[in-house]
């Protein structure tokens, strides 16, 4: 009998409240981060072209002048309103950022989702059905090699092979200059407004080749891993001895029994792993020359505009906080063990 604590609603609304001091540690985090760096953002985002009466008039209008207090409470108040500020090296509001250049990140992670999955699972299915074997060592030492290796040093690897087989093949870049300028904007995604313009797709799909392989290789690593530990697990479950004991073939053992139960876990990660896509993302943006936040965000950084800088990351925790808790749901409706 269940309780109305172990209730799915209950759970589901346990979980929404708890985005509130979430969001709040994260933001919190942010704002010290960025007050406590050595220097003055002011200074370092004029690059010398002020002077000082001016460098205070522009502290002021940032607010930089006042308590850290009062910049803390109106930076949390526009963080709720969604408002991320604008930068202070190039005065393009954030909004305007994530609006434009979010869609190219959006593709690059949803592209290495489909890599890490299309790799990780089948191998680390077949790992865990041949435990022990030779294939299941050289699968384990994979996903340990790709996890591991720096993502822009694969990226380099990749660019150099692929250059090495057929230089004709994109190595940098969202798409070719002039698919970029003749596709008419509609979704701020160049892959979708290609394919409702009907206009060169495959050239935006060539250049999305080998950076969502790069950052899709480092999470097919942890998907493999995954995999293989909850099908070895699985597979010694009295269910599975059950199903071999009334003659069911073993392929079908794993795929029906072993296998389905093993997914559970292996969703809830994957859900979780977008603030390491995130992190990836920028490594692999500035590697392949892709025109993301990932880049803006490395731009930004070095010319000090930590108002912008502020803006992404809040933003970024935004989508990795609301993320972990759809994965939460969702793994609640899959197994209605997790709610209890």
Not at 149 to 173: E, H, Q
Not at 221 to 234: D, E, H, P, S
Not at 288 to 293: A, E, M, R, S
């Amino acid at each position: 009998m269940s309780s109305s604590r172990g209730s799915l609603p209950h759970y589901i609304a346990i979980r929404i409240l708890l985005i509130i001091p979430m969001m709040l540690v994260l933001l919190t985090l942010v704002f010290i981060l960025l007050r406590v760096a050595p220097g003055d953002p002011v200074s370092a985002a004029a690059g010398g072209k002020l002077n000082e009466h001016e460098l205070d008039l522009r502290r002021h209008a940032l607010g930089l002048d006042r308590p850290l207090i009062v910049q803390y409470g109106d930076y949390l108040w526009d963080a709720v309103r969604l408002k991320f500020g604008n930068a202070m090296s190039d005065g393009t509001p954030v909004t305007t950022l994530i609006r434009d250049h979010g869609g190219a990140t959006l593709t690059l992670t949803v592209g290495a989702f489909i890599v890490a999955i299309a790799l990780g699972i089948p191998l680390g299915r077949y790992a865990g059905r041949y435990r022990d074997s030779a294939a299941d060592a050289g699968i384990r030492l994979f996903g340990i090699v790709v996890y591991a290796a720096p993502i822009f040093w694969v990226g380099i690897l990749l660019i150099m092979a692929v250059n090495a087989i057929d230089r004709s093949w994109p190595t940098s870049g969202i798409a070719s200059p002039v698919t970029i300028y003749e596709v008419p904007t509609h979704t701020h995604i160049l892959l979708l407004d290609s394919l409702i313009a009907q206009y060169d797709v495959v050239d935006v799909l060539q250049h999305h080749v080998l950076p969502c392989l790069a950052l899709g290789l480092m999470l097919s690593g942890i998907v493999t891993r995954l995999t293989r530990v909850n099908v070895v697990q699985a597979l010694k479950g009295d269910y599975v001895e059950a199903a071999r004991a009334r003659g069911i073939p073993e392929s079908r053992v794993v795929r029906k029994h072993a296998f389905r139960n093993a997914l559970v876990p292996v969703i809830t990660v994957i859900g979780l792993q977008v603030a390491i896509t995130l992190s990836g993302a920028v490594l692999t943006e500035n590697t392949f020359n892709w025109p993301g936040l990932g880049t803006d965000l490395v731009n930004y950084v070095l010319a000090r505009d930590y108002v912008a800088v502020q803006g992404l990351v809040t933003f970024f925790a935004f989508i990795v906080v609301v993320v972990s808790v759809v994965v939460d749901i969702v793994n609640a409706l899959v197994d209605p063990r997790v709610r209890y």
